[in-house]
Every structure is written in C-alpha cells, then in structure tokens.
C-alpha cells in the first residue's frame, strides 16, 4: 500500500477521510443488503400477498423474538465469544414468570420481573465461568443451556402453563401508530444497542476486545467486566425475548425457543459478524434478521416444505460468509 | 572463493539480506568432524541466521557451502536433515500428550505389519536416551518431565537420525548450572562419536570449557576467532561489543532529583529477584541484558501487567497496589509493549481508534465518543509524532517505523509520570528509529521519567543516563553514563 505524504491542512485530508468513509460504508452494508433486496424482489414476484402492508407487519412480528436474541448473541460475538443458551434461557425465564404468577399468585408485574432477573443472573453466570472460571463460553454456554432447559421442564414438571392476566397479552395486540408494540421494543433495542456499540466507550470495547483481547487488556480496559456485562445483556435480552412470546401465544411453554438458537446465530453471521470477534454491527445484523425472516415467510407463502426451509437457510448462511468475505 | 573439498562443513562468503538490513555478511567457516565450534555475539549479530542458513530454514543469497566435499544447498531443513545436519532449537518443541518415543520418532514412525512398531520404538529410543545419559522411560508422556530432560530428549530426537553435524542454539538458556552441565556432557559425547557440533550460547563459561574454536559474530560479519586455550572471556566480551559508537542521543541530565518511581526489593518468584532502583524526572534509566535476562518481566511487573510477589513499588514517594494495566495507568505509569503487533496494536483497526483506545471514557463528548473526537485526536498525534499514512486506515496498511510511532501516539495522548518502553524501536527503518530517539528525549525533557527496555547496546547507552544490568533475573548493576562502557555492560549481562 503506497504511503500518502504528509498532508498539511485539514481540508486534504477530509477527501480521503469521506472516500474511505464511504468505501467503509460500501464495504459493511452490499453483502448482506443487496441479499436481502434479492430475495424481496425474488419473492413479490413469486407471490401477490408477499408486499402487502399486512404481510411485512407480520414478518416483523414473527421475527422479534429472535431479533432481540441476535442483538445479544452479537454483542457476545463481537467480543469473540459465543453465547449458546439464550433459546433456553428465554424458556427458563418465561416458564419462571408462569409458574410463579399460577403457583404463587405472585402480582404478575413482579413474577415477570423476577423472569428478567433470572434471564440477567444466567447471563452473569455465563460471563463469570466464561472470564474469571476460564472455561470456554462454548463450553460454558453449553452447559448453562442444558441446565436451564431442564429446569424450564422441571419446574411444571413439562406442562405448559396457559391464562395470563389480559392486560398482558394485550401488549402483543397493542398497535402504536399502526406498528405493533414487539415491533417497536425490537427496533428500539437495536437502536439502543447501536448506539452503545458506536458512541459509548464500554460499546466500542468490544470491538477492541474481539479485536485482540491483550491490547485491549494493556489499554487500560477492563476486559473481564466489560465481557460479564455483555453476557449478561445477552441474558437479560433472552428474557425480554421470553416474555415477548408468552404475551403474544397467552402460554408458557418449557420448549419454547429451543429451536431458535440456531437462527439466532445465523442471523448475525449472515449480518457479517465473524465468529473470530472483533467485526459486526447493528445495521448488518437487523439486515440479517430481515433475511431470515422474510426468508422463512416468503418460503411458507409459496408453499415450500418446512422439511426444505431450513437447506435454504443454510445456503443462504454461506452464501452471505462468501460475499462477505470477497467484500473484505 | 571456494570452500573446502576437504571432510567437514565449510561456508564461504555466505550472506543474507532481509529488506534494507543486510543480517548477515560474507561470513566464512570451518566445521571439521568430531569438534565443537562455539559461535557467540550479541542479540541480533546474525547468529541465528547463520544457523537457519545451515540447516535449511532460509537460504542465503550469497556463498558457497560444502559438506564433507560435497556442494551443499538445502532447501529446507527436511533436505538438511537427510544430508545429515540438524538443528536443535533453543525452545522446547515436543508434544505433551505424546510419550517420549513417539516425539522423538514423530513423522517417521516405524511400522510393522500395518501398525506401529511401538516395541521397536521404544528400544531404539532407549538406545539413544542411554548414550545421552537422559534418565527417562520412552513409554511415559513427556508431560510433567523437568525441561532439562525435555531438552535432553529434543537432542535424541535430532540424533537418532544420525546426523554428523549439529547445531545447538543455546540449549543450556533455560537450564540451571547441575543442568547445563548434562548437556555439556551430551555435548561431549556426540563430538567424541565424530559429530561435528556448532554450540551457540551466551554463557561464555560454557563456551570456554567445551569449545575447540571459538568465533564471534558483530552486525552479521565475523569479527574474530579464537582456538582453544588462545582467549580469555575479556577478550570474547571485548569481540562482542568493541564497536564505535556513531551517536549520540543524550538527553540532557536530570533536572533536580525528584524521586518519581521507586522499586524496593520486586520480586516475583522464579522470574526476577530483589529489583530495587530509584529513578527522578527527566531521568532515562536503560534496562539492558541478554534475552531472557528478565527485563521484560520487571517493567510489566511495573506496568501493571503481570503480578510480583513481594517488594514494594513507590510513585511520589507513596506506595502502589494495583492489579492491571488500568490501575498502573491511573497511577501515571504508561508502558509501550514490546510486541506491537500482539500487544500494542490492533492491527484490523484504524490508526486513529488504536490511539484513542485507553482513552475513550475521559474523550467523550455529552457522553459519546464521536468519529470526529476519534478523528481529531488521532491528527493531533499524527502531527506531534510525524506519522505518515492514513489515520482513517487499518493500521496494518502503515510501514513498521509509522506504526511503531501510532504505538507512541497512543500512549502519549496524556502526559505520563512514568513512561516504559520495551525495545523502542523493534523493526524499524533507520529514520523512524532517530524519529523514536528525539521523541523520547523530549519526553525526558519535559521531566518524563522514562524507563527504555533494550536488547540493542548501543541504544542503551546512547540514550540513557543511567543502565540498570540484568542476568538470569537478577538486578546485576546500575552503571552511571560515565561507567556504562559495552564492555562493562556486557560483563554484567553475561555474569562474568
């Protein structure tokens, strides 16, 4: 790479400063982004339902549990960690909010925190095995996720808890301005965790810390903390994820998001995150989000086999791997 | 010129440039069978090119080598392997979970009937472990063995092939004295079975005892040589270092004598004992010794980034416990890493963001770190240190000399108390390296305390005021300016 001589104003030096802006930006946004207006275009051809106004809220509505799962999981993937429990994690919470609002008559308000606080507590779990225990967040995470399912079963013994108060489950059915309530809490979580990630320091640690964990280390930051606090984001954001879904199905079932975490970790990869750390962002993971979901309801519209949606998943997860990384 | 056809390993005019430095230049040698050749010099003389030249690792660009009369041209140390040269790296390379036998026969294990002959293996690993007078059972893993036996095993793997010439690079670094003496004996052993045996170390003790010719390497040529029972260590120690100085960056001496750091008997056990030193405003104290002296460890130690056991460190006479980087930066005391790329830099990130990196939460605006403070900061520092190359790129786009100054920048967007720098100027052209110099003195001019880290003599005792000599992690001196000759610098270091 050839060396720029010394510039001496600042005005030559803004040039370059907007040109490698916008080939940054060019750089983070086609991969993931022109998929995405593929497929909508592939899709609005193939079905008549497929732009209308109904069906795109309904994207975002079946999409909001494992939207607000993915901010988490890439926060956690940014440090170069991964996080394997937040599908169970949401079942725990859910099913503790349940149990303690049917068991105990505990006030509803109060059996829902106590559900975002065990969310939060297992994410404080993760973070300290995977820090100051120094096991591995694979191998951390995959226990805290095989301890938490089984106490979501455990707990009523397997059966689904069902009647929730109505103000609750209202909440689902709530439209502000025409947008449904789970649509606003995940586009504000995104927006808050973009925020984070770009303007505040502790947010942009965690580039630094995927980056390369010594330098930051040597910088001054406290890596351990900061990891913790991100595990336990995680955590806390599974549990929001969790009471999103016994809102809008009015039940608590032990095995709900099983099934997602898998979805959820290819929403941020297909979004550009690298499983190395120290590369992702908000913008590409909601984009990734948008993929998955319009994806999975394009499919079902024209009638693919549940059995073939996942094979489409996975080719597009590489698919988005390979361009991304002709993009680099 | 051309070598020998005479028996033995001959080079003639062998050199090699990497880059603008040119490592190694016209060096000529003579390795008859069944002698021990030692080869010494300072860090970074060209020794371990020399050696990587012979047994295959990288080719040279100019000379001519034969072995035993024969041209000799390996292209890689498999194919110096099968000529019959080894080397036997300084650093341990064996495979824990594996038993002794299968490292020592490991990539050519020996197969009977379709499966490994592990009987064979072991007695014949046996056979050579013996003639070493390595104690150890080829079966158990090599797990858990004391690293002097772990050595003793690299050195069966290296002669089970039967080479007829050897290369030890500092196999005694990491022995202790009863140690080292085994492997003088294995030494001795292999010469007396004919084995012509090149013995790299910086322990010139060991080198008078076992070598038969002795020959010193400065800047990459060869400067002098000696047979046996023709020199004495002042005279290698003299050959090492005896070069005239070309300059001179002298800051200028300390103004008053305010103490700032003060370290009173640091240690941490088994790597650095009893440090105990005072250094003042404006003062630079260099840090010299050989590698793995232990300097690194006691400026960490310092910096915060690894623990000591006992001792005490003082900043304005009070006395400090912190337990990371983060409280020795709030103490005062910055410290520029010796290894910029795994520790210094964020090579993926731009030059701008590793400059603002330990700084964010006290850059930000209303709460937020903007690209534009990011931006500015890291033009402030590129027009401070002279930085050439783009802030708004990865920073691995920049040559080594400019990263190396973003790696200053970075530390000295705040004024410290105390700033360390751990080799000042690893990999860096010579422009870049003046550049390096003036800074620090103007740092020690504006009553910085700065503590420098070197391997490179000269820098040390061109830069410093005073230089506090280390050797096997024991504080051997501090040399004021006007006692702090090579010569005397280098005795301390090799502990003669």
């Known amino acids: 790479m050839s060396m720029a001589p010394a510039e001496p104003g600042t005005r030559a030096s803004t040039d370059p400063g907007l040109r490698a802006r916008l080939v940054q930006i060019s750089r983070q946004v086609p991969g993931p982004l022109i998929g995405l207006i593929v497929i909508l275009v592939v899709f609005s051809f193939l079905s008549p339902y497929f732009l209308t106004t109904r069906n795109l809220l309904d994207i975002f509505s079946q999409i909001s549990e494992i939207g607000i799962m993915a901010v988490g999981s890439a926060l956690v993937i940014i440090t170069g960690g991964i996080d394997l429990s937040v599908g169970a994690v949401l079942a725990v919470s859910l099913m503790l909010t349940a149990w303690l609002y049917r068991d105990f008559q505990i006030a509803f308000p109060i059996a829902m925190f106590a559900g975002l606080l065990l969310g939060a507590l297992i994410g404080l779990l993760n973070g300290v095995l995977a820090t100051y225990a120094r096991i591995q967040p694979f191998v951390a995470t995959l226990a805290t996720m095989s301890a938490c399912s089984g106490i979501a079963l455990y707990i009523t013994n397997g059966s689904p808890v069902t009647g929730f108060p109505d103000y609750f489950t209202a909440l689902t059915a709530l439209h502000i301005a025409g947008i449904p309530l789970q649509t606003i809490i995940l586009v504000s979580v995104y927006l808050i965790a973009a925020f984070w990630l770009k303007f505040r320091p502790n947010g942009r640690a965690l580039y630094a810390l995927g980056g390369n964990e010594e330098v930051a280390r040597l910088s001054g930051l406290n890596v351990q903390r900061i990891k913790v606090g991100v595990y336990v984001i995680a955590g806390f954001l599974a549990a929001l994820a969790g009471m999103i879904v016994g809102s809008r199905l009015d039940s608590a079932q032990p095995t709900a998001g099983l099934s997602d975490l898998l979805s959820v970790i290819a929403v941020v990869v297909i979004g550009g995150a690298s499983l190395a750390g120290g590369s992702g962002s908000m913008l590409g993971t909601f984009i990734g989000l948008l993929i998955i979901g319009v994806l999975q309801n394009g499919m079902s519209l024209i009638d693919v086999s549940p059995n073939l949606q996942p094979v489409v998943i996975g080719a597009a997860i590489i698919l988005a791997v390979l361009t991304d990384r002709r993009a680099r | ?496």
């Open chain 2, 1 to 496: 010129m051309t070598p020998s056809s005479e028996a033995g390993l001959h080079c003639r005019g062998v050199g090699k440039r990497y880059g603008g430095t040119h490592a190694l230049k016209s060096v000529d040698l003579d390795l008859p069978p069944g002698s021990v050749l030692a080869l010494v010099g300072e860090n970074g003389a060209g020794k371990s090119t020399l050696n990587s030249i012979i047994a295959g690792v990288v080719r040279p660009d100019d000379g001519e080598m034969t072995l035993d009369g024969v041209p000799y041209h390996p292209a890689s140390p498999s194919e110096a392997l099968h000529q019959g040269v080894a080397l036997i790296h300084q650093e341990i390379r064996l495979l824990p979970e594996l038993t002794v036998a299968e490292n020592i026969f490991l990539g050519r294990l020996p197969v009977a009937s379709g499966r490994i002959d592990r009987a064979r293996m072991a007695r014949e690993a046996g056979v050579v472990l013996d003639k070493l007078g390595v104690a150890v059972d080829p079966q158990r893993k090599v797990a858990g063995l004391s690293m002097a036996v772990q050595q003793g095993i690299e050195i069966a793997k290296a002669i089970i092939r039967r080479p007829r010439y050897v290369i030890f690079d500092e196999p005694t670094a990491s022995l202790g004295g009863a140690e080292a003496d085994r492997i003088l004996e294995q030494v001795r052993a292999l010469r007396d079975a004919g084995t012509g045996i090149i013995y790299v170390s910086h322990r010139l003790d060991e080198v008078m005892k076992i070598a038969d010719r002795v020959i010193c390497l400065r800047d990459g040529a060869l400067v002098a040589g000696w047979e046996r029972g023709h020199f004495t260590q002042q005279d290698i120690i003299n050959a090492m270092v005896g070069r005239e100085f070309t300059f001179e960056h002298r800051a200028p001496p300390p103004r008053g004598d305010r103490v700032v750091l003060q370290l009173d008997g640091v240690t941490r056990t088994g790597v650095f004992r009893d440090i105990s030193f005072e250094l003042a405003r404006g003062e630079i104290l260099g840090f010299a010794g050989l590698i793995g002296a232990g300097r690194t460890e006691v400026v960490r130690a310092i910096a915060g980034m690894d623990r000591f056991d006992q001792g005490e460190i003082k900043v304005d006479g009070k006395p400090v416990r912190y337990t990371s980087p983060s409280g020795a930066i709030e103490a005062g005391i910055f410290m520029v890493p010796e290894d910029r790329k795994g520790q210094g830099l964020n090579l993926g990130r731009t030059a701008a963001e590793n400059i603002t990196l330990p700084w964010e939460k006290r850059l930000t605006r209303n709460g937020m770190i903007t690209r534009a403070v990011v931006a500015e900061t890291g033009l402030r520092q590129k027009q401070r240190f002279d930085i050439r190359g783009r802030l708004d790129l990865p920073v691995s786009s920049m040559s080594g000399g400019n990263q190396q100054k973003v790696l200053l920048a970075k530390w000295l967007v705040e004024d410290p108390a105390v700033f360390i720098i751990d080799e000042p100027t690893r990999g860096v052209d010579v422009g870049a390296k003046m550049a390096i110099y003036e800074i620090i003195r103007t740092l020690a001019a504006n009553g910085i305390a700065v503590i420098v880290v070197s391997s490179e003599l000269e820098e040390v005792l061109g830069l410093c005021h005073r230089v506090l000599v280390m050797s096997k992690g024991n504080q051997r001196g501090i040399l004021s300016r006007e006692d702090a000759t090579p010569a005397r610098v280098m005795s301390l270091a090799v502990g003669a």
